[in-house]
């Protein structure tokens, strides 16, 4: 009963932590920018697939940016990879970069 006990606590401890899960990670996806909206916070890209979010086809759609400054340092036009997870107040974009 002791090691039944002990084996629970065990696994509940390891659970909390997150030893042994692995995170799912957000990928880098390329895109175009098609609009800039710096007042709301957020990017129209023409982008590729995102499968980290189930996002299976190529599609045009507007993100909200983690950080405003990213929109700064982009514009219409620009090739970008960025990454993008889902928030509470929708898909947001976490990191983006100029592309190549």
């Known amino acids: 009963m002791k090691s039944k006990k002990l084996a629970i606590a065990s696994l509940s401890v390891s659970l909390?932590?997150?030893?042994?899960?692995?995170?799912?990670?957000?990928?880098?996806?390329?895109?175009?920018?098609?609009?800039?909206d710096e007042a709301a916070g957020k990017v129209t890209l023409k982008h590729g697939p995102i499968k980290s979010l189930?996002?299976?086809?190529?599609?045009?759609?507007?993100?909200r940016v983690?950080?405003?400054?990213?929109?700064?340092?982009?514009?219409?036009?620009?090739?970008?990879?960025?990454?993008a997870e889902r928030a509470a107040a929708g898909i947001t974009i976490t990191k983006m970069q100029k592309g190549k």
């Open 54 to 63: 189930d996002m299976e086809e190529p599609m045009t759609m507007v993100f």
């Open 16 to 36: 909390v932590l997150g030893i042994g899960i692995p995170l799912a990670r957000a990928e880098m996806v390329n895109g175009e920018v098609r609009k800039v």
């Open 66 to 83: 983690q950080d405003p400054a990213i929109l700064k340092q982009i514009k219409v036009g620009d090739k970008v990879q960025f990454e």
